[in-house]
């Protein structure tokens, strides 16, 4: 199959990421448009060749697939100022938003959302990523399915409200956590202790999960019902009220659910 | 260095584990004590010939190290009832109790916290995981440092209280995490979506959390505020009235640290 070259909307993480991913299976970045032209260089500057543009109207690009990677409030009114070749397919990187926020008249369009965390400063591989994919039309839907393959990701049909409960599950799972992990480091600091030493803990809870299941894999005092313990850590967090609350709040949900023991 | 025979007090996880290790790393378990003996036989079927016994009296022993792995609220009154031999060295195992609830007139007596999560049928490896020590005696601190080596660990010296703070962030860190794995599972199930999906994700949060530090590693629509989409997601949590609460809470959390973005 032969690819389609792409242009880029956008210059922030996501539109870093998926742009050098994109080239490196392969795949030909036309223009890249940012408002900020220093960022939209810094961007191509790691790229084969492709153009800087600050102008939505992209009637003469060669481009034929172009990926929205803006903001989810910026993404309706960015999709209604573009102006795109006949025949282009117009795509958004997100998972709270449905796919008829960019409906286009005799146009197609459609969703790549890749189920990741991304970070400015640090590489990720697409390999075995779940990517979410639904379309307008069944060639856009080949066309995003072979576009996943070449990025060696995996490809995974789903609604937008599966894909926007999948987002807020995302939250949970990674968002949540990360601030748990803040909350870890912060506790240990006030000792004098690195955060390092719960390296191998936090690996192993995130492994296990998944060879055991969440449900199988809970531990701890509130698990327990070890109610002296829970005692002492809440007096631990005398100070920090926010946390105290959380883990009252946590612990109770821990003691609710019908866990494994 | 010579190492004393060990007994191991108890039949829940850690008695399990711990023995087993010991045993892989060439050290020898004398006796394995447990009420239930169905329960400590099954532990001593996978050691090399550990004898089993439901008597707290271990003065005919010929081990002189011994291992509490009871539950915390147990420690202290088993401590109590133990006969042990003359010069024989007690240690607990727990995170949240002081050395000094073992205390003993005229005979040593320490803590040896492995910092991880257990789970019967789940191997873990004791190479690199720290274990925090405290004696109450300089001998008893050499002999538990040399044994943390034996297993290949990483032995941490650390104050009761540092230990029940250490214990504490591992709570945040650790079973609180896994529940918020499990609520992205049970949201992922209403969809007829597999937990699978998120594996990539919650690894990559794990690993990203260390190489960047937690407080560089946050993403998600409440470090942006985009209030849009945390409402969509409120009302997709509508009938959970515990998750939203603990989505705002959490969410007006992050918004209140001082992230890097």
């Not at 998926?18 to 939209?40: D, M, T, V």
């Not at 390092?196 to 492994?207: C, G, M, S, V, Y």
Request: charge should be negative; charged fraction near 20%; hydrophobic fraction near 40%.
């Amino acid at each position: 199959m032969a690819f389609p070259l792409i242009s880029i909307i956008g210059t922030g993480n996501l539109a870093q990421h998926l742009s050098r991913n994109f080239e490196n299976c392969g795949l030909r970045i036309a223009e890249l448009y940012g408002r900020n032209l220093q960022k939209a260089k810094a961007i191509t500057s790691k790229l084969y060749d492709a153009r800087v543009t600050s102008d939505l109207d992209f009637s003469d690009s060669e481009a034929s697939l172009f990926f929205l990677c803006v903001s989810d409030e910026a993404i309706a009114d960015i999709a209604d100022e573009l102006v795109l070749p006949k025949g282009s397919v117009l795509v958004h990187c997100s998972g709270a938003t449905p796919l008829e926020a960019i409906a286009r008249d005799g146009a197609a369009y459609g969703v790549f959302y890749p189920l990741q965390t991304f970070t400015a400063s640090r590489k990720v591989s697409f390999e075995g990523l779940p990517v979410c994919l639904e379309a307008s039309t069944d060639e856009a839907e080949l066309l995003l399915e072979k576009i996943a393959i070449k990025l060696r990701a995996l490809p995974y049909f789903m609604s937008s409200e599966q894909r926007l409960c999948l987002h807020l599950s995302a939250v949970f799972a990674c968002n949540f956590t990360n601030h748990f992990y803040r909350i870890s480091k912060d506790i240990l600091q006030d000792q004098g202790l690195p955060f390092q030493l719960l390296k191998h803990l936090i690996e192993e809870t995130a492994r296990k999960t998944f060879d055991l299941g969440p449900e199988n894999a809970q531990t701890g005092p509130a698990l327990r019902s070890d109610n002296a313990t829970m005692q002492k850590h809440l007096s631990l967090l005398g100070n920090h009220e926010e946390w105290k609350a959380l883990y009252q709040k946590i612990s109770s949900d821990i003691q609710a659910k019908n866990y494994q023991v």
